[in-house]
């Protein structure tokens, strides 16, 4: 049973530094891209962030130099260092995974979701 579970989410000041994490269960974690995505209420779901089995990301241009992805192999674990947050960072974040190696920032190139987890900056 393949699950994914975001956590790191909560309320935060702007210029704020939260972590996001995202555990895998039941995947073959390693070998796949994992992405970031972030949907506010009446809007689409965005990529945010992606990373291949390599470690090579790609950013949104908004958080280029801001936001970090990164992951460990060893934990299954994705991660996503948040930086200078600011208000148009709110959302709900959610960890995506796919089944080929890469980076994109397209929803369509990702078939599991977590359930997401919020972040809002204030």
């Known amino acids: 049973h393949v699950q994914l579970v975001e956590s790191g989410g909560g309320s935060v000041q702007a210029g704020g530094s939260p972590r996001l994490s995202c555990a895998v269960f039941g995947y073959d974690f390693e070998s796949f891209c994992m992405a970031w995505f972030r949907q506010t209420p009446g809007k689409e779901r965005e990529g945010v962030a992606s990373?291949?089995?390599?470690?090579?990301?790609d950013y949104r241009n908004p958080v280029t130099g801001r936001f970090t992805i990164s992951r460990d192999n060893a934990k299954n674990t994705l991660y996503l260092q948040m930086d200078s947050l600011n208000a148009e960072d709110t959302g709900t974040y959610y960890c995506?995974?796919?089944?080929?190696?890469?980076?994109?920032?397209?929803?369509?190139?990702?078939?599991?979701w977590g359930q997401g987890t919020q972040v809002t900056v204030s």
């Open positions: 995506a995974a796919g089944r080929w190696d890469g980076t994109s920032l397209n929803k369509l190139g990702y078939y599991l």
């Open positions: 990373i291949d089995s390599g470690g090579n990301t």
